[in-house]
């Protein structure tokens, strides 16, 4: 069964300390993508990753870092440089970055909450 | 950048009434997505559009993309309880370009 997985689905942590978020994809897709959720402001890309052991900064990636090993692993640490770490987090893959169908598939997400 | 509008923000309807909902742009896209989003879950792909004038259909939905490039319509026939989520716009201008969002537009559907 392909598709992409995200872990934990809720996660917890105190002011300070730095998070890593899981993505996990098997539709052998090039391209990763990170974005943040919240309420009323749609998706804002944080980092995207078009091949292995390359990635970008999206729109929002101050207080972010990414790391691209191997092509089904897209992990996000959320530093403690990031001001309201508090939202849903979300990890989308596609076949390649701006191609002629260039469909972005989502994970479940993941919502955090900073106490 | 580029950006998607969608308003309102917010659309209440009763169930078994059909909704339209639009998604334009002051720029030319090549390729529009429609993607709908349960509460809590991440969004999931409805229909992709790749040609200017393009009408397609999945179920009870249609979208077309728009003659001029620059928007996109979703209607929903019918609606029924589940059709309650979130409902994106995204675009693509051109290649190597990365998908812009619209805000979203989040559907109550009143049994």
């Known amino acids: 069964d392909g598709g992409i997985t995200q872990s934990p689905k809720y996660l917890f942590r105190k002011e300070g300390q730095n998070v890593t978020l899981s993505c996990e994809q098997n539709?052998?897709?090039?391209?990763m993508y990170w974005y943040r959720q919240d309420p009323g402001q749609g998706l804002r890309l944080i980092y995207y990753s078009q091949i292995v052991n390359d990635f970008q900064k999206g729109d929002i990636a101050e207080g972010y870092s990414v790391s691209r090993e191997k092509k089904e692993s897209f992990p996000l640490t959320v530093t403690s440089a990031q001001k309201n770490p508090t939202a849903f987090y979300l990890c989308?893959?596609?076949?390649?970055?701006?191609?002629?169908?260039?469909?972005?598939?989502f994970g479940p997400g993941t919502r955090l909450t900073v106490l | 950048g580029q950006q998607l509008n969608q308003s309102p923000q917010s659309m209440f309807i009763q169930e078994g009434e059909d909704v339209s909902m639009n998604c334009t742009s002051s720029s030319i896209f090549n390729t529009w997505l429609w993607y709908k989003q349960d509460p809590g879950e991440g969004p999931v792909l409805l229909i992709a559009l790749y040609k200017a004038g393009e009408l397609t259909s999945n179920g009870r939905l249609t979208a077309q993309f728009g003659i001029t490039r620059k928007d996109s319509f979703l209607n929903i026939s019918a609606s029924i309880p589940s059709d309650v989520g979130i409902y994106f716009c995204?675009?693509?201008?051109?290649?190597?370009?990365?998908?812009?969002f619209g805000k979203g537009i989040t559907l109550s559907v009143r049994p």
């Open positions: 995204a675009g693509q201008t051109g290649a190597n370009s990365k998908l812009t």
């Open positions: 539709l052998n897709h090039d391209a």
């Open positions: 989308a893959s596609s076949i390649e970055t701006g191609g002629i169908k260039d469909e972005q598939f």
